[in-house]
């Protein structure tokens, strides 16, 4: 495979580490911005062997899937590098429907892409992406920050308790490398948006306009507590507002999210 990065990201700057086959890319973008970065960077590889997951999941790499993670340095407050998992799912949906445009027209044969709270893309109510932020303090207190991007674009994971598809069983025909091309480019829109977290309401807008479940009947899985209501939006620090079957509303920072019938089975 060959990675190269968009045009309009090698315009602003951006660097590429490119590889055969790593570990993680994540664990690959956190040793570089450790080792001091002059320029945001995507790291990417045709084949990870230790992908990781949301919550110490570990992430499955089917071969022809996209995993790529982009490092960069930000002086702002970890509430707010966190809101980058928005940008990062805006910035998918963006490529995907850049590269292919009838797949995200939720026409006939076409599936909307949406984004289920916190960082899922999903197609057809199944995953199609995980994202995953991790950072670190330096010295000089500003933050590394990790944004990595797993997608499925050949092949879904087997034995997900969850529904999974691939971009290619949906039937869209690109490659790892259109999508990670794309990617670089629409991350160029999207993190000008977000501007150092000054423009995390519009992301906040641009993000409930792509909501999957917004209105319906929801339940968050918090360690063994469950929160049942209905998910009525996202607040500026992006967490989940629920309004309660029991009345009044709650924001949840981080928690495994059920929509519709699995939201109401009792678990
Ligand atoms: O659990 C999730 O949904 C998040 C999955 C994130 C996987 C990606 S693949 C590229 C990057 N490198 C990793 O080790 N993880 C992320």
Redesign the pocket.
């Known amino acids: 495979m060959v990675f190269s990065l968009g045009q309009a990201a090698r315009t602003a700057g951006f660097a590429l580490a490119a590889f055969e086959s790593l570990g993680?890319?994540?664990?690959e973008a956190m040793a570089i911005g450790k080792a001091g970065l002059t320029r945001p960077t995507w790291v990417v590889t045709a084949r990870?062997t230790a992908?990781?997951?949301?919550r110490g999941?570990a992430?499955a790499?089917g071969s022809g899937n996209l995993?790529?993670?982009l490092v960069m340095v930000t002086t702002v407050t970890p509430a707010v590098a966190a809101t980058l998992g928005f940008v990062a799912g805006l910035a998918l949906t963006d490529a995907i429907a850049a590269i292919a445009p009838y797949f995200d027209s939720g026409a006939a044969g076409g599936h909307r892409l949406l984004l289920k709270w916190p960082?899922?893309v999903m197609g057809d109510g199944a995953k199609l992406a995980?994202?995953?932020l991790e950072s670190e303090q330096l010295a000089d207190g500003r933050r590394i920050v990790v944004v990595?991007?797993?997608v499925n674009v050949a092949a879904a994971p087997e034995g997900m308790p969850y529904k999974v598809a691939s971009l290619s069983s949906l039937g869209a025909p690109v490659t790892a490398e259109d999508v990670f091309s794309a990617l670089t480019d629409s991350w160029v829109e999207g993190v000008a948006l977000w501007d150092e977290g000054r423009g995390v309401g519009a992301i906040r807008s641009r993000w409930l306009k792509r909501a999957a479940g917004l209105g319906a009947d929801v339940a968050v899985h918090i360690g063994r507590e469950i929160v049942r209501g209905t998910f009525e939006t996202i607040d500026d620090s992006g967490q989940l507002v629920i309004r309660r079957t029991e009345g009044g509303t709650v924001a949840v920072a981080a928690g495994d999210v059920h929509f519709g019938a699995a939201a109401t089975a009792r678990v």
């Open positions: 993680s890319t994540n664990a990870q992908g990781r997951g949301r999941n992430w790499n995993a790529a993670s960082n899922d995980g994202i995953l990595g991007i797993g």
